[in-house]
């Protein structure tokens, strides 16, 4: 009777294995992710706020376009998901922290070199949940790529702003504000800020607003959405820049801003805004760089920036900025960029 136990209970304890490995495994299309992180450009950082985890998705390293989500502990990143048919280089996305899912809008597939699809500009929605991607069919903003979102915590929905499409060489930038709140988009504004592509947008809780700067053609001013109009903030001028990171810290009630660039070079510079002027921090920091991503670890009290370029590599750095001082807590070697006019 023992053996005969024996015989029936190992069959179960591998059935079992095998389901907690798949339920781990999430959405993993035949387990595809990479061992380790690459370089990127392109991509985007989000804070879980459920999980307390600073997540890291999509963008494009040296060889590919990427749809893969990953997790920093503090230390160095862990994969999460790899799902090819998500890869895209600069999407719109925020956590919507009400029902704790990430929340993807639209991007496009520019690689560093020219690829056969990069004017190929999506406009699909996708949330996840901590554990897999799901797609949902619904029509929202005509595709875009480019364009910034964040999620309004007072009034309870996400809110995108601008981009753009390219089609045959000649682009269009958009100036229309959008809401979505957890069902359906709605178009919302399309006036206040100039139309434009590569702007930077955070939420202020303080102020219970959005907060815009930045963006193509480098343009002045800071911008704030209350959720009926836009309305210009700053009190003193400083220079537009293109592709800038932004991220809120809370504990100071402030924004932290680095890098961009500013029509002639790539930027390594580190402001501060209050919400009325826009100071520079004389302090050292990464490497000057655009396209690279920046967000607010709420679970460690400091930003967390990774990647980017400068014109001449591409980046797999990760900093830390504590509100002091900037520190790099991991290295990826840098990679030669390719050009591809973006």
């Not at 502990?73 to 029902?99: H, I, Y």
């Not at 178009?187 to 590569?198: E, H, K, L, M």
């Not at 520190?327 to 840098?334: E, V």
Request: charged residues 30%; proline residues 4%; positive net charge.
């Amino acid at each position: 009777m023992l053996i005969e136990g024996l015989k029936f209970q190992f069959p179960v304890a591998l059935l079992v294995f095998f389901l907690i490995t798949n339920i781990f495994a999430g959405s993993r299309i035949n387990g595809s992710c990479p061992k380790t992180l690459s370089v990127r450009n392109g991509h985007r950082l989000i804070y879980d706020s459920g999980r307390k985890k600073v997540v890291l998705f999509g963008g494009a390293d040296a060889s590919q376009v990427l749809g893969d989500l990953w997790e920093w502990n503090g230390k160095g990143w862990r994969c999460l998901d790899s799902t090819p048919e998500l890869a895209r280089t600069f999407p719109a996305m925020a956590f919507d922290s009400d029902r704790k899912k990430i929340v993807l809008f639209g991007g496009n597939r520019v690689l560093f070199g020219k690829a056969d699809d990069d004017e190929a500009f999506l406009d699909d929605t996708w949330e996840w949940d901590g554990k897999r991607w799901s797609k949902l069919e619904i029509k929202g903003p005509p595709a875009r790529a480019e364009a910034v979102m964040v999620y309004d915590q007072k009034r309870k929905r996400a809110v995108l702003f601008g981009g753009y499409v390219s089609k045959d060489g000649q682009t269009a930038r958009f100036g229309d504000t959008w809401e979505f709140d957890g069902r359906s988009w709605k178009r919302v504004s399309v006036t206040g800020p100039s139309p434009r592509n590569g702007a930077a947008m955070i939420y202020d809780p303080n102020k219970e607003r959005s907060v815009l700067f930045g963006g193509s053609g480098k343009p002045n001013g800071t911008w704030e959405w209350d959720g009926k109009n836009w309305s210009r903030t700053d009190t003193n001028e400083v220079e537009g820049v293109f592709n800038t990171v932004m991220a809120y810290d809370p504990k100071n009630k402030s924004i932290i801003r680095f890098g961009g660039w500013n029509g002639e070079s790539r930027t390594g510079d580190t402001w501060k805004f209050d919400g009325k002027i826009w100071k520079s921090l004389d302090i050292d920091g990464p490497e000057a760089r655009n396209h690279s991503a920046m967000v607010y670890d709420a679970a460690r009290d400091r930003m967390i920036l990774f990647g980017g370029h400068d014109g001449e590599n591409v980046f797999g750095d990760t900093w830390e900025f504590d509100g002091r001082k900037w520190s790099r807590k991991s290295f990826i070697a840098k990679q030669k960029r390719v050009e591809n006019g973006h």
